[in-house]
């Protein structure tokens, strides 16, 4: 907990004392008051005396309490303290970007991750998702947004897409599933770089290049690594050992790692995976929320308000004061 104006609250407190501490001596007994009485001194022996005298005393040390207990709040309310949330802001500071290899070899799996995509997308609160498909070039099907309906809608068209078809804009070069090209095209997808946000790219692809791309695989991971970009792949499982094992060391190299897709595989397992290595990406950002913790100064306002009326109307029926 923090507070948000301590100066402020401490002001109040000081100023509360004070005015205590004058009233309590405005109440001291000074020579020469009060009225001269014959046998005051047997009055004040008299058990009737006793019992009003504590029973105004501790009316006096109520409305006293009370008035402290109602400065404390007033205090407490005025320097605003807030209650600091880290995972609520981690999750609205967390951008992904969807990256899928739509070449002919990932066609019997593209469905399949899109399913799983769309499962992630729905469990994610707050957090920016954009989508990037490439082939010999890459094309943004929706840049980052935290529109989760958008999302699901432009996900859900683009599985309808995937049937086979050429991915309109992914043919534009030579070659076919140029992946070094198409993990630099989603690496630069992420905006507000000055901003400390969490960053990952989930990306699905066999590593089976067909062509020259302008970016080796090495290249791109450098610019992610660079970038502070966590890498998490998703590789068909019956995937070429070898590229397979490459891709592996290469991803590692930015935090992430990769998992097998089988196809039995539940959607959830990859959601999981995915977000267990998203949170790697998370340990670097330090940002969080902050929630008003006000109700304990409310509570403590109307509580000391309370006591302090209370004894003030009880005094004042018993005629002790006015």
Same mark, same amino acid.
């Given at each position: 907990?923090? /507070?948000?104006?301590?100066?402020?609250? +401490?002001?109040?407190? /000081?100023?509360? +004392?004070?005015?205590?501490?004058?009233? /309590?001596?405005?109440?001291?007994?000074?020579?020469?008051?009060?009225?001269?009485?014959?046998?005051?001194?047997?009055?004040?022996?008299?058990?009737?005396?006793?019992?009003?005298?504590?029973?105004?005393? %501790?009316?006096?040390?109520?409305?006293?309490?009370?008035?402290?207990? =109602?400065?404390?709040?007033?205090?407490? +309310?005025?320097?605003?303290?807030? %209650?600091?949330?880290? @995972?609520?802001?981690?999750?609205?500071?967390?951008?992904?970007?969807?990256?899928?290899?739509?070449?002919?070899?990932?066609?019997?799996?593209?469905?399949?991750?899109?399913?799983?995509?769309?499962?992630?997308?729905?469990?994610?609160?707050?957090? %920016?998702?954009?989508?990037?498909?490439?082939?010999?070039?890459?094309?943004?099907?929706?840049?980052?947004?935290?529109?989760?309906?958008?999302?699901?809608?432009?996900?859900?068209?683009?599985?309808?897409?995937?049937?086979?078809?050429?991915?309109?804009?992914?043919?534009?070069?030579?070659?076919?599933?140029?992946?070094?090209?198409?993990?630099?095209?989603?690496?630069?997808?992420?905006?507000?770089?000055?901003?400390?946000?969490?960053?990952?790219?989930?990306?699905?692809?066999?590593?089976?290049?067909?062509?020259?791309?302008?970016? =080796?695989?090495?290249?791109?991971?450098?610019?992610? @690594?660079?970038?502070?970009?966590?890498?998490?792949?998703?590789?068909?499982?019956?995937?070429?050992?070898?590229?397979?094992?490459?891709?592996?060391?290469? +991803?590692?190299?930015?935090?992430?790692?990769?998992?097998?897709? @089988?196809?039995?595989?539940?959607?959830? =397992?990859?959601?999981?995976?995915?977000?267990?290595?998203?949170?790697?990406?998370?340990?670097?950002?330090?940002?969080?929320?902050?929630?008003?913790?006000?109700?304990?100064?409310?509570?403590?306002?109307?509580?000391?308000?309370?006591?302090?009326?209370?004894?003030?109307?009880?005094?004042?029926?018993?005629?002790?004061?006015?």
């Amino acid at each position: 907990m923090a /507070l948000t104006h301590p100066l402020l609250g +401490l002001a109040v407190l /000081l100023i509360g +004392l004070a005015a205590l501490a004058l009233g /309590l001596l405005r109440g001291l007994p000074r020579p020469g008051d009060g009225a001269p009485i014959a046998g005051a001194a047997r009055l004040r022996v008299l058990p009737r005396f006793r019992t009003l005298a504590r029973g105004q005393a %501790r009316l006096l040390a109520l409305q006293l309490a009370g008035l402290a207990i =109602t400065t404390t709040g007033i205090a407490w +309310l005025l320097a605003l303290p807030v %209650r600091t949330d880290p @995972s609520s802001e981690q999750r609205s500071n967390r951008d992904i970007v969807l990256c899928l290899d739509v070449s002919g070899s990932m066609a019997p799996v593209d469905r399949q991750v899109i399913d799983a995509y769309l499962d992630l997308a729905g469990n994610l609160k707050g957090e %920016r998702i954009g989508f990037v498909v490439f082939d010999a070039s890459a094309v943004t099907l929706f840049p980052l947004t935290d529109d989760a309906a958008f999302i699901t809608d432009q996900l859900g068209q683009a599985r309808e897409l995937l049937d086979g078809s050429i991915v309109p804009g992914t043919q534009i070069g030579t070659g076919t599933s140029l992946i070094g090209d198409g993990l630099a095209s989603c690496v630069n997808r992420f905006d507000v770089p000055e901003q400390d946000r969490s960053r990952t790219v989930v990306l699905a692809t066999d590593n089976q290049v067909a062509g020259q791309p302008l970016f =080796t695989l090495d290249q791109a991971i450098a610019k992610a @690594s660079e970038r502070g970009v966590l890498v998490a792949g998703i590789v068909p499982s019956d995937n070429t050992p070898s590229v397979t094992a490459e891709l592996t060391d290469a +991803l590692r190299q930015t935090g992430g790692d990769v998992l097998l897709l @089988s196809p039995d595989m539940a959607v959830s =397992t990859i959601e999981d995976r995915v977000l267990s290595q998203e949170r790697k990406a998370l340990e670097g950002v330090a940002l969080p929320g902050a929630t008003p913790f006000v109700w304990p100064g409310a509570l403590a306002m109307l509580l000391g308000a309370s006591g302090w009326g209370v004894a003030w109307a009880v005094g004042r029926r018993a005629g002790g004061w006015r």
